[in-house]
């Protein structure tokens, strides 16, 4: 028996997985949201990947078992929380924050968020993936922006606009494209804040 059957299949995995480098898997990653801003998630296969980033398509499947994990993986790499460094004092300037944070990289973003969003709603596998490394980790830093303020006393923890401020910020940037044919930048953004998010909440 080998010491790799002897430390049963978990170490083999395990194994196997260390011999791709950071650098290596961010190739990987770089080629498959290449081909999702380009083609669309439904075109996106394995095989174009590995031709893509030269490797075997077992190594990709060795790695993630699916597509959405491999997309979702990809995603979380490239992007990751963009909010969790937040925190500048005070819940307008979290909001003004993350509305800048946001409209930096808007363009990116949303295309691949456009790119993805049909596909993640026939998709079951692919909008749980999405939920669990691209929005929980956005909801809870929103959440954690909000608690925050709830304690400074600057809101109300009852005021019935909380809920929504998530889709507020989150919300506009799908939707200025399509009604403007322009991304969210940072200033369109900050204006956005000021003019209609912070005057819902009662806060100046």
Avoid at 68 to 84: E, M, T
Avoid at 116 to 125: F, I, N, R, S, Y
Wanted: net charge neutral; glycine share 6%; with cysteine.
């Amino acid at each position: 028996m080998t010491s790799q059957a002897a430390e049963g299949p978990e170490a083999v995995v395990a194994s196997r997985r260390s011999k791709i480098t950071p650098e290596r898997e961010q190739e990987y990653f770089d080629a498959v949201l290449v081909q999702i801003r380009e083609c669309g998630y439904e075109a996106l296969t394995m095989e174009g990947v590995a031709a893509s980033a030269r490797c075997s398509k077992s190594t990709l499947y060795r790695q993630w078992k699916t597509k959405p994990q491999f997309v979702a993986a990809a995603l979380r790499a490239s992007r990751g929380c963009r909010f969790a460094a937040v925190d500048t004092g005070s819940f307008a300037g979290d909001l003004r924050a993350a509305a800048r944070v946001s409209g930096e990289r808007s363009g990116q973003d949303t295309q691949l968020m456009q790119a993805l969003g049909h596909a993640a709603m026939q998709d079951p596998e692919l909008q749980q993936a999405l939920r669990e490394a691209l929005v929980e980790p956005e909801l809870a830093a929103f959440r954690e922006m909000i608690r925050r303020a709830v304690d400074r006393g600057e809101i109300a923890a009852d005021n019935p606009a909380l809920e929504y401020v998530p889709a507020q910020m989150l919300g506009v940037l799908r939707v200025r494209p399509v009604l403007e044919g322009r991304y969210a930048d940072p200033d369109y953004l900050v204006r956005f804040v000021d003019a209609a998010v912070l005057p819902a909440l009662g806060v100046t």
